[in-house]
């Protein structure tokens, strides 16, 4: 089993690019979670996915959206990059009734100049 | 108040030596605890799950205090190896979760 898997591992954008941060899961989890990690700042919750078909947001959602293609994928979209979003991002996924116990994606190192 | 508090250290310590870590939560009504482990510029991987009772997988022990709404990672006979940051998780309902910060281990030979 691959686990959780993130492409890309690396990107640098220009301010005002776009791009798709990709995950997959083959643990047939049902819940899904895309985060940020800065510095000091620890882990912070930038959308997530409870179950197919439905989205919500965490702490940090602005200038980002997501979208939970099916059950194994949940990408994220950076619409118009900005340098605050200079960061790594962590996909990751658990069971149902199990937020605890979640499983990490490698995450991808995203510079944006 | 944060939801979860950690110190971020860094704790130095010898190996072989015992090192402890709280993770201190601010909902009494707090369901469940897990602490996880992040190597540097890797991604956390579940480390142990904290029962009420407490509960011990090798040299790490957990430990849930629900008096004072904090919980312990308890590390004994330490190893080069256990150099990393230890995150703690607490869910205070089935619908939430919060990640602390994290503290940073180093253990110098």
């Known amino acids: 089993n691959a686990g959780v898997t993130q492409t890309p591992k690396f990107q640098v954008l220009k301010t005002g690019q776009s791009m798709t941060l990709q995950c997959a899961q083959d643990m047939n989890h049902n819940s899904m979670y895309w985060y940020r990690q800065d510095p000091g700042m620890g882990l912070r919750l930038i959308y997530y996915?409870?179950?197919?078909?439905?989205?919500d947001k965490g702490e940090v959602p602005n200038g980002y959206n997501v979208s939970r293609l099916n059950k194994r994928e949940f990408s994220l979209r950076l619409e118009s990059a900005a340098p605050s979003q200079t960061s790594v991002y962590f996909c990751?996924?658990?069971?149902?009734?199990?937020?605890?116990?979640?499983?990490f994606g490698p995450g991808t190192r995203l510079t944006v100049t | 108040r944060k939801e979860v508090e950690q110190d971020p250290g860094p704790f130095n310590v010898p190996e072989g030596a015992t090192v402890a870590f709280n993770c201190t939560y601010s909902n009494s009504a707090s369901q469940s605890f897990f602490w996880y482990r992040q190597d540097c510029r890797k991604e956390p991987k579940l480390l142990m799950s904290?029962?009420?009772s407490g509960n011990e997988d090798g040299r790490f022990t957990a430990q849930l205090n629900r008096a004072s709404q904090y919980i312990s990672l308890l590390i004994r006979d330490s190893k080069l190896s256990d150099s990393a940051t230890y995150l703690c998780?607490?869910?205070?309902?089935?619908?939430?979760?919060?990640f602390g910060t994290g503290t940073s281990l180093t253990v110098i030979p």
């Open positions: 990751a996924s658990s069971e149902v009734g199990q937020l605890g116990e979640q499983y």
């Open positions: 904290v029962y009420s």
């Open positions: 996915s409870a179950s197919e078909g439905t989205t």
């Open positions: 998780v607490v869910t205070p309902t089935g619908n939430q979760f919060y």
